[in-house]
């Protein structure tokens, strides 16, 4: 019995973000500079977080570079 584990990915929008991160569970580790962009690594802060997205159980953080930026779009695909 085999069966493809779907990718589960939900992009996260909230104007509240610290609640929302607060809700993710994510918060200490955000504002102790513990969470890094999924693609060029990149510590993640208030000012260079472009979005985030939950895939599994994971919370994972993008920056706003545009390269990331474009990875991520290609990503969601
Ligand atoms: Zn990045």
Do not use: W
Request: aromatic share 10%; net charge positive; glycine share 4%.
């Amino acid at each position: 019995m085999f069966r493809k584990e779907k990718k589960k990915i939900n992009l996260v929008y909230d104007d509240d973000l610290k609640g929302m991160l607060r809700k993710l569970g994510v918060l200490d580790d955000f504002a102790q500079g513990r969470k890094k962009c999924k693609f060029c690594k990149n510590i993640i802060n208030m000012k260079n977080l472009h979005s985030l997205f939950k895939e599994s159980e994971d919370v994972k953080f993008v920056c706003d570079s545009p390269e990331c930026i474009k990875k991520l779009l290609t990503y969601l695909k």
